[in-house]
């Protein structure tokens, strides 16, 4: 078993940065992939960025290049640099693991979860 706590939402204004934090404990998250997913109010869980155990990343489209996932196998901390934020990236944040072999971005496959951490971005 793998808890997962987030960290480091606020709130913030358009263009503004914020830096969000996966801290797991229980046991190493080294040969997990990764993710952050979201949730916005009225809408369903969207994935967000993804990496898996070896370093590669995936991004949706919405956030490429704005976005950048990392990993500290050394801490067990997962992280979520977002730049230039933007009204529509207000949502609860989530931290989760997938122990499959394969990298996926599918929430399906995502086997741990953290509890979630509010972003929101005033205009």
């Known amino acids: 078993q793998v808890q997962l706590v987030e960290s480091g939402g606020g709130l913030v204004q358009a263009g503004d940065s914020l830096r969000l934090s996966c801290a797991a404990s229980g046991r190493t998250i080294s040969r997990d992939h990764m993710a952050w997913f979201r949730q916005a109010p009225g809408k369903e869980r969207e994935f967000v960025a993804a990496?898996?155990?070896?370093?590669?990343?995936n991004y949706v489209p919405s956030v490429e290049g704005r976005f950048t996932i990392s990993r500290d196998n050394a801490k067990n901390t997962v992280s979520l640099q977002m730049n230039t934020l933007k009204p529509e990236d207000t949502a609860v944040y989530y931290c989760?693991?997938?122990?499959?072999?394969?990298?996926?971005?599918?929430?399906?496959?995502?086997?741990?979860w953290g509890q979630g951490t509010q972003v929101t971005v005033s205009s």
């Open positions: 989760a693991a997938a122990t499959r072999v394969a990298f996926t971005i599918s929430e399906a496959e995502y086997d741990y």
């Open positions: 990496i898996s155990w070896f370093g590669i990343t």
